[in-house]
C-alpha cells in the first residue's frame, strides 16, 4: 500500500500498481500464456482503467501487473519522455505504485511505450511494454472475429499479403510505414502496435521481454525474449526500413528515426531524433548536429542521472519542458507534422 | 473416339469391298437382340422391341403412344431414311437412338469402338461419351448458344476431338465456304440468320467430325436445290467414309439420290398389333 | 475421360428443426462435367450445394470428394485445416451475390491474387502477371487491375468472381445462380464464358439455377429437386425434352419461349 499525501493529511490510498491482487494475476496468467504461444492474441478481463481508451490502457494494465517496488519505469509516447500522455502515466505509477521512473533507457526495467522501441538496444532485464490500439493485423481485410481467429488458427496468411499487395499495386513499394505486420516465431502473424517500421528489426532477437496489451480490444500478446521476428514482404519487394537523408538536426546521429519538426510557418523544418532520451545523452556526450544550440546554450542535464529517476510528476512536467532541452518551444515529438499518427510526420523523411 | 481424319478412318476400307444392299439382304430384321451383342455382324445399330408412349401429367396422365415394336440394323456405309406420314414417330424414334428421349421397352444397341452400348439402359455419363465420338446428330434446328460465331459453332465437334483450334476453324471455314453460306456472317453468332442460314451452319456442325453414326433429322427442309446438293454430296462422302447415317428425309430428290433403303415407321405399329 | 467419381453424396439430409432442407440425396459428379440442380426456390437446391461445399453440416448421409492424390475422402473427416485448403485450391465457390464472394475494399488484382498468395505465393511480379492474364481470361480491360469491384458493373464483378476462383485451377466449382439479377445480355456474355473456361479447363461444376435455359447451355447431367427431394435425374436434354416426372413437366413447360 501507498499513500500518497495531501497537505499532511492521509489522501486516497491505492493498491499497489492500481489494480487489485485478483486482477493483477489474472493479468499474468495471460501474459504467461501469451509468452508460451508468442504472437498469439490472449483475451483477458481488461479493466476499467482511469483513463479513456487510446491513451494505453492495454499497456497500463500490463505495465500494473508485471511492475515490482524495485522496477524502475520509463514511459515513452513517440519516443519523447515528455508528452502528456507519457508524464500522465509515469505519474500514475509513481502515485499508485510509488516505483522509481526514469528518462534513461539504460536505466529502466520496464519501459511502457507508446509506438516506438528506444534507439538504444535493450537488455535482458527489461520488459517493454506496448500500447496496443487493434491488435488484429487482419481486422481491416477481414472484419468479422470468428473468421480472423479461424485464419490465425489455421495459419492462413494469404490476406496480409493481399493488403501488401494493394500497398505496392497503388504506390508502387509497400507503403505501409507503422504498424508493419510481422510473422512471430514462424507461426503467429502480429501487429507489432502503430510503432514505425523503421523499428521491426529491433523486435527481431531482442533480448528483452515485449509485451503488448490492448486494452479496449481486450487482448494480451508476446514475444519472449530472442524470438525470431520477421517482417512480411514479397521476394520482389523485400522489407526495408525507412532512410533518411540528413543526421538529427541536434546529435548529428545517423541510422535513427527522426521526427519533422516544422520551425516557422515560413518552411522551416529540422530533423531530430524522435527518442529524446537517445538524442540527450549524445548531446552530453558531446555530438552536435547543424542547428543545435552553441555548447553555452546548452543546458546541462536536468538533473544528474539517478536523481532524476526520483522526480516525481509535477517536476517532471517543467523540468522536463521541451525549450529546456534545447528544443524549440512545442516542438517535441507531438508537434510534428501528423506525428500523432506515428507515420505520417515521418514519410518526409522517407527517401 | 477421336478420329479426325474421314479419309483415314479403317473403316472406310473395310466397308467399299461390299455392296450396302448385300449386308441388307443378310440382315433380317431381328425381334430381340441379346443384350451387350450385335445380332447382325458388323451392324453399327440394332433397334429391337423398341417402345416409347409419352405420358402427359398435365393433361390428367393423357397417354401418348409413339414408337411400339420398332426393329431394325443399321451397317456401316448405308444411308437409310425413316419413311412415314408426319406424327408416326420418326422424329421420336430418331431421338431415342440418341439417348435424347427415354425408352420405355426395348433396346437401342450401339456399336462403339469394341464395345456394345445399349443406348436405352446406358448411364447418362456412357450417353455423353458415345455422343462425343460416335453418334452425330443433325437437328432440323439449330440450337442456338448465345454470342458464339458460326464459326465456332461449326469448328466445336473438332475441337472437343482434340483438334488444335486454328485446324478446327479452317476447316469449319472450308465447310461453310463449301455450304455456300456467306464469310461475312462466319464471324456472327448464327440467332439472327435465315432458316436456311442456319440450318447450312447447322449441318456442318454436324458433319464436320467423324461420327461412325450419323442421325439426321431432314437435314435439307430449308435448304435450295443448290445446297440441297452440297448436301448430298456430303452425305456420299460420309458414306463412303464408312458412317452408317439414319434420317428423315422429306425431300423425295435427296431421299433417292442418298438412300438406300427405307424404313417404314408405321409397319412397327402393325406387327405390334 | 475418368471414370472414378470426383464427388459422392449418399443419403444426404438436413433438417432446420421439424423443416427438411433437403431429404436422402444421392449423387455423383465425375472429373470434367458440368451437373445443373434445378427446382423452385424452397426445393433444398440451395441447402444440398451448402452441404455438398460443407458450408453446411448434414443431418444425414455423407459427401466424400477424391483428393488430387486420387484418395477418397469422406469431407465430415477432414480437418478445419484440410478442408479450409481444398475450399481455396481445389474448390470454387461463385456466389449469387458478387459482393459475397469477392472482396469489395480490394482491387481487382488483389481479388485475383488472394488465392495465389493464400497458397503461400510471395513474388509481387508473378501474382500480379497471373491476375493479368485471368483478368483478360474473364474480359476485364487490364487497365481495370487496381480498381476495386464497387466501380464495377454487375456482369463485370461476376466475371472477375470467377477469375478470382478459377485462379488456382480448381478441379470443382460450385455455382449458385451465377446469372441471377443481371439483365439478360450480360447473362449471355457470362454463360459463354463460363462454357468455354469449363470445357478448356475440364472443370467439374455443380451449379444451382431456376433457369432451365441457363441449365440447358451449361450442364451435361441434371437433378431435379422437389420439396427437398431429388425426384428425377438423367442427361440434360433428356430431362429437359422429354421429362417424366409431373413435377418437371410442369417447370418444364411453364418456361417462356423467347
Known amino acids: 500500500m501507498t499513500t500518497a499525501t495531501l497537505g499532511g493529511m492521509p489522501a486516497i490510498t491505492y493498491n499497489f500498481a492500481y489494480l487489485d491482487e485478483q486482477t493483477k494475476r489474472m493479468i499474468r496468467r495471460a501474459i504467461l500464456k501469451a509468452i508460451a504461444v508468442p504472437g498469439y492474441q490472449v483475451p483477458f478481463a481488461a479493466r476499467e482503467m482511469p483513463m479513456p481508451y487510446g491513451w494505453g490502457t492495454g499497456g497500463v494494465q500490463v505495465t500494473a501487473a508485471v511492475l515490482g517496488p524495485d522496477d524502475v519505469l520509463k514511459v515513452i509516447d513517440q519516443g519523447a519522455d515528455d508528452t502528456t500522455n507519457a508524464v500522465a502515466i509515469r505519474g500514475f505509477f509513481e502515485k499508485t505504485a510509488g516505483v522509481a521512473t526514469t528518462t534513461a533507457t539504460t536505466e529502466a526495467t520496464v519501459i511502457q511505450t507508446r509506438h516506438r522501441i528506444p534507439e538504444t538496444p535493450l537488455r535482458d532485464d527489461q520488459i517493454l511494454v506496448y500500447q496496443v490500439p487493434i491488435p488484429e493485423p487482419l481486422r481491416f481485410l477481414e472484419p468479422r472475429e470468428t473468421e480472423t481467429r479461424q485464419m490465425h488458427a489455421l495459419e492462413e496468411y494469404g490476406l496480409m499479403h493481399v493488403k501488401l499487395y494493394e500497398d505496392i499495386a497503388r504506390h508502387g513499394h509497400i507503403a505501409t510505414t507503422y504498424a508493419y505486420p510481422v510473422e512471430v516465431a514462424g507461426r503467429y502473424v502480429m501487429d507489432p502496435s502503430p510503432i514505425p517500421k523503421f523499428d521491426n528489426p529491433k523486435m527481431d532477437d531482442c533480448p528483452a521481454l515485449q509485451l503488448f496489451g490492448a486494452g479496449r480490444e481486450k487482448r494480451i500478446y508476446a514475444i519472449p525474449p530472442h524470438t525470431r521476428v520477421r517482417s512480411l514482404d514479397f521476394e520482389d519487394h523485400p522489407f526495408e526500413v525507412q532512410r533518411f537523408a540528413q543526421p538529427c538536426a541536434l546529435c548529428a546521429a545517423r541510422g535513427v528515426y527522426l521526427d519533422e519538426v516544422i520551425l516557422d510557418d515560413r518552411g522551416g523544418r529540422m530533423f531530430v531524433c524522435s527518442d529524446t532520451d537517445y538524442c540527450e545523452s549524445r548531446q552530453a556526450a558531446g555530438h552536435r548536429g547543424e542547428m543545435a544550440p552553441p555548447d553555452a546554450a546548452l543546458p546541462q542535464p536536468v538533473s544528474p542521472r539517478g536523481e532524476d529517476a526520483t522526480r516525481v510528476s509535477d517536476d517532471a512536467s517543467s523540468d522536463l519542458s521541451a525549450s529546456a532541452r534545447g528544443r524549440p518551444a512545442g516542438a517535441g515529438a507531438g508537434a510534428g507534422t501528423g506525428a500523432g499518427t506515428g507515420a505520417g510526420g515521418t514519410e518526409a523523411g522517407h527517401d | ?273 | 475421360m475418368t471414370e472414378q467419381p470426383l464427388l459422392i453424396a449418399e443419403t444426404l439430409g438436413k433438417n432446420y428443426g421439424a423443416r427438411i432442407g433437403c431429404r436422402d440425396v444421392a449423387l455423383e459428379v465425375y472429373p470434367g462435367e458440368v451437373l445443373a440442380v434445378v427446382g423452385e426456390s424452397g426445393s433444398g437446391k440451395s441447402t444440398l450445394l451448402g452441404l455438398l461445399s460443407t458450408e453446411l453440416e448434414p443431418s444425414a448421409g455423407r459427401v466424400s470428394y477424391r483428393l488430387r492424390d486420387g484418395s477418397l475422402r469422406d469431407l465430415a473427416t477432414l480437418g478445419a485445416a484440410e478442408r479450409r485448403l481444398l475450399m481455396r485450391t481445389d474448390w470454387g465457390f461463385v456466389r449469387q451475390n458478387p459482393a459475397d464472394g469477392l472482396r469489395m475494399a480490394v482491387s481487382a488484382g488483389g481479388n485475383v491474387g488472394e488465392r495465389l498468395m493464400a497458397v503461400g505465393r510471395r513474388h509481387y511480379g508473378d501474382i500480379r502477371t497471373e491476375a493479368l492474364d485471368w483478368l483478360g481470361r474473364v474480359e476485364i480491360a487490364a487497365d481495370r487491375i487496381d480498381d476495386d469491384p464497387r466501380s464495377f458493373s454487375g456482369g463485370m464483378r461476376q466475371r472477375l468472381q470467377i477469375a478470382r476462383n478459377l485462379v488456382t485451377r480448381p478441379r470443382l466449382v460450385f455455382m449458385d445462380e451465377p446469372t441471377g439479377g443481371l439483365d439478360v445480355s450480360v447473362q449471355a456474355r457470362l454463360l459463354d464464358l463460363v462454357r468455354s473456361l469449363v470445357s478448356e479447363m475440364g472443370l467439374a461444376v455443380i451449379i444451382v439455377t431456376h433457369d432451365l435455359a441457363v441449365a440447358r447451355l451449361l450442364s451435361h447431367r441434371m437433378v431435379v429437386m422437389r420439396q427437398g427431394r431429388v425426384i428425377e435425374t438423367g442427361l440434360t436434354d433428356q430431362v429437359l425434352d422429354d421429362p417424366r416426372e409431373p413435377y418437371t413437366q410442369l417447370l418444364v413447360s411453364s418456361v417462356l419461349a423467347a
Not at chain 2, 448385300?22 to 429391337?48: D, I, K, N
Not at chain 2, 402427359?56 to 448405308?78: I, T
Not at chain 2, 448411364?123 to 458464339?148: C, D, E
Not at chain 2, 427442309?221 to 448430298?232: E, F, G, M
Request: one cysteine or more; a neutral charge; charged letters at 25%.
Open chain 2, 1 to 273: 473416339m477421336t478420329t479426325t481424319d474421314n479419309a483415314s478412318h479403317p473403316a472406310s476400307l473395310a466397308v467399299e469391298e461390299r455392296e450396302p444392299e448385300e449386308r441388307m439382304a443378310s440382315a433380317s430384321r431381328s425381334e430381340v437382340a441379346p443384350q451387350g451383342q450385335m445380332r447382325g455382324e458388323g451392324a453399327l445399330l440394332a433397334v429391337s422391341s423398341l417402345s416409347k408412349t409419352f405420358v402427359l401429367h398435365l393433361r390428367e396422365g393423357a397417354r401418348l403412344p409413339v414408337v411400339s415394336g420398332a426393329a431394325f440394323e443399321l451397317y456401316p456405309g448405308e444411308c437409310v431414311a425413316l419413311g412415314g406420314p408426319s406424327g408416326a414417330g420418326k422424329s421420336s424414334l430418331l431421338k431415342m437412338i440418341y439417348g435424347n428421349y427415354r425408352v420405355d421397352a426395348g433396346a437401342i444397341l450401339v456399336r462403339d469402338g469394341d464395345e456394345t452400348v445399349d443406348v436405352a439402359s446406358a448411364a447418362p455419363r456412357r450417353l455423353i461419351r458415345l455422343r462425343a465420338g460416335t453418334i452425330g446428330y443433325v437437328s432440323q434446328f439449330l440450337r442456338v448458344i448465345p454470342r458464339v460465331s458460326a464459326l465456332d459453332v461449326v469448328a466445336e465437334p473438332l475441337v472437343g476431338d482434340g483438334v488444335p483450334r486454328e485446324e478446327a476453324t479452317r476447316r469449319a471455314a472450308d465447310l461453310l465456304a463449301r455450304l455456300n453460306l456467306p464469310e461475312r456472317l462466319w464471324g456472327l453468332p448464327p440467332a439472327t440468320f435465315s432458316g436456311g442460314e442456319q440450318q447450312r451452319v447447322n449441318i456442318a456442325r454436324g458433319l464436320i467430325a467423324f461420327r461412325p453414326l450419323l442421325l439426321m433429322d431432314e437435314p435439307t427442309a430449308s435448304l435450295d436445290a443448290a445446297n440441297r446438293a452440297v448436301v448430298i454430296g456430303l452425305i456420299e462422302e460420309k458414306k463412303r467414309a464408312g458412317v452408317g447415317i439414319l434420317g428423315i428425309f422429306h425431300d423425295a430428290e435427296v431421299r433417292e439420290a442418298v438412300c438406300g433403303r427405307v424404313i417404314d415407321v408405321t409397319e412397327f405399329g402393325r406387327q405390334m398389333a
